[in-house]
T-cell receptor
Framework: NAGVTQTPKFRVLKTGQSMTLLCAQD?????MYWYRQDPGMGLRLIHY???????AKGEVPDGYNVSRLKKQNFLLGLESAAPSQTSVYFC??????????????FGSGTRLTVV | AQSVAQPEDQVNVAEGNPLTVKCTYS??????LFWYVQYPNRGLQFLLK??????LVKGSYGFEAEFNKSQTSFHLKKPSALVSDSALYFC???????????FGKGNQVVVIP
């Protein structure tokens, strides 16, 4: 009963490097989301997906790309990392079944530092 | 657009005293309201929700929240705070027809022994 699993948990990147954050959920949820959390700013939505093969932009999509090739996985990519992308990244998923709507199930986060 | 305001950055309360964390919201349709808690170095955990029905909803760990439509508020309450309640609390809202939650900035709750 893993829920939402994020890998890696920690990462340090140099400016200009690229990386991919992986989110995997085993609850058969249709919707998946990527947020970043910064002090005093709460959670801001980067990208989200309402189903396999579909993605959409959130509040702060610049500098990020996503893919959802399989229903259970949602990947977040940074093509050329910048210090402004230093943050804690959270993945979340949700069922589209309103009768079971408990909001989101969150992963434990990825702490990314760009130097 | 949907949005949430959590007006206080930090709430300090003595152990055993009542705890209140304030939240006001703005949506164009029917609000779906949530409270989450985040402990250090952890993800957010669901506490409670309001979708429809009774304005007073009860959740995990003895927390409850009151939905007030006229004041567009959804304050989180606990009658007697514990030191272990010290954490970051987030209010969130979505329009019933929307797929995305909007989060407030969060309130740091500090329960003093």
């Amino acid at each position: 009963n893993a829920g939402v699993t994020q890998t890696p948990k920690f990462r340090v990147l140099k400016t200009g490097q690229s990386m991919t954050l992986l989110c995997a959920q085993d609850m058969n949820h249709e919707y998946m989301y990527w947020y970043r959390q910064d002090p005093g700013m709460g959670l801001r939505l980067i990208h989200y997906s309402v189903g396999e093969g579909t993605t959409a932009k959130g509040e702060v999509p610049d500098g990020y790309n996503v893919s959802r090739l399989k229903k259970q996985n949602f990947l977040l990519g940074l093509e050329s990392a910048a210090p402004s992308q230093t943050s804690v990244y959270f993945c979340a998923s949700r069922t589209k079944n309103r009768g079971s709507d408990y909001g989101y199930t969150f992963g434990s986060g990825t702490r990314l530092t760009v130097v | 657009a949907q949005s949430v305001a959590q007006p206080e950055d930090q709430v300090n309360v003595a152990e055993g005293n009542p705890l209140t964390v304030k939240c006001t919201y703005s949506v164009s349709g029917n609000p779906y309201l949530f409270w989450y808690v985040q402990y250090p170095n952890r993800g957010l955990q669901f506490l409670l929700k309001y979708i429809t029905g009774d304005n007073l909803v009860k959740g995990s760990y003895g927390f409850e929240a009151e939905f007030n439509k006229s004041q567009t508020s959804f304050h989180l309450k606990k009658p007697s705070a514990l030191v272990s309640d010290s954490a970051l609390y987030f209010c969130a809202v979505r329009d019933g027809g929307n797929n995305r939650l909007a989060f407030g900035k969060g309130n740091q709750v500090v329960v003093i022994p």
